[in-house]
């Protein structure tokens, strides 16, 4: 078994230990639902569900009278029917502010967005035991969807792309401790940046890359993307310089066993954890662009933009990043064809002024 398969098998195993300590939580019924959602969801998709569901249930048991007195396990799937479309209303509202029901010290919040998910997550659970006909209907379709403010995205400006690369061979503006440290993971910060902004991969794609995946010869590596499948990408020769250089200081390197083919590797010198590469990005690019959070998926959003406005190619982006559906491409990228429509516009002077 390749390292790769087993970092995968490892990451799943974990994550269904996970799912499993959720469901504790939750009335019986909901590992009948878990169960026949397996095969059309992921696995973190199936764990956020669980997240927003412990919290609903938590709620109808704490604050609404009809439920007052009974535990997760009293909970049965004929009292579903006894939830009204105001209480998920009233669940909504409380959301907005609400201290973790296993810890009640530790607070919460959502926005419109994380309001959306877990109305999405309610309905997902309701519209199960509807489809049965063990409910009499699904009373989560009645509660409107809050409404969703279009958010910019944010990415980096051209200019701040280069900054962004030229401060990490340079290593200006880093304080000391950072410049101590940065002496041994230069060559692997540029090249994990580089991969990002030059491929527009997703975290979880670049910390399972090992070495085998890359064919130098051909500029393309092979990546595994959500779901499991596993596709061919392309590079330039700024991301081939970039691994190759990195390789070098890599070859010097002895990893902990399991680890010997793993890509990017952490200090420790075992293959490199999401949050180790998410304080990386951010730690430089605070440096060039203080005023913008910048995190991996930020970095994917300004490959995908460069790539749309070279090309035009809306198909293309979506199968370059990966995305199932075009309409989610479009959402965040065709904003642009907008903007330069805009400037066609402004640029157009019918009387001089």
């Known amino acids: 078994m390749s390292n790769k398969s087993s970092y995968y098998i490892k990451e799943y195993q974990m994550n269904t230990q996970k799912l499993r300590r959720l469901l504790r939580d939750l009335p019986e019924f909901c590992w009948e639902y878990f169960r ?11 764990i956020n569900y669980a ?19 009974l535990s997760p396990t009293d909970f049965t799937v004929d009292l579903l029917n006894n ?58 379709q009645l509660v409107d969807l809050p409404k969703l403010s279009e958010k910019p995205i944010i990415r980096l400006d051209v200019d701040e792309v280069a900054k ?12 000391k401790t950072q410049l101590r440290y940065q002496q041994y993971t230069r060559s ?8 990002l902004l030059g491929t527009g991969i997703r975290i979880s794609e670049c910390i399972g890359l090992n070495i085998k995946d890359f ?26 310089r970039a691994i ?10 002895i990893t902990l066993p399991g680890h010997e083919d793993a890509l990017f590797l952490s200090m420790q010198k075992r293959r490199i954890s999401q949050r180790a590469l998410q304080n990386l990005v951010q730690k430089y690019s605070k440096l060039v662009s203080p005023l913008k959070n910048i995190t991996p998926h930020k970095l994917r959003s300004t490959y995908g933009t460069t790539l749309y406005q070279e090309t035009g190619d809306i198909y ?16 965040h990228y065709a904003a642009i064809g907008d903007e330069k429509r805009r400037m066609a516009a402004r640029a157009v002077k019918l009387r001089e002024d």
Do not use: C, W
Request: proline fraction near 1%; avoid cysteine.
């Open 244 to 253: 190759l250089d990195y390789l070098e200081d890599r070859k010097k390197i």
């Open 83 to 140: 939830i009204k479309a105001v209480h998920i209303e009233k669940f909504l509202e409380y959301t907005t502010f609400y201290s973790n029901p296993n810890n009640p010290e530790q607070n919460r919040q959502n926005n419109e967005m994380g309001k959306a998910r877990k109305l999405a997550s309610i309905r997902s659970l309701l519209s199960y035991f509807y489809k049965r006909e063990e409910i009499d209907r699904n009373i989560a």
């Open 215 to 240: 064919d130098f010869k051909n500029n393309g590596f092979k990546v595994t993307r959500k779901g499991g499948d596993q596709v061919i990408l392309y590079y330039g020769d700024e991301v081939k």
């Open 164 to 175: 962004l690369l030229d401060t990490v061979e340079t290593g200006k503006k880093l304080t």
């Open 316 to 331: 293309l982006v979506a199968d370059v990043l990966g995305h199932k559906d075009v309409n989610t491409t479009r959402k």
């Open 51 to 69: 997240y927003d569901l412990r919290i609903f249930f938590d709620f109808l048991l704490k604050e609404i009278d009809s439920f007052n007195g």
């Open 36 to 46: 026949g959602i397996e095969n059309t969801t992921s696995i973190l998709t199936r």
């Open 188 to 195: 692997r910060d540029l090249a994990i940046l580089t991969l």
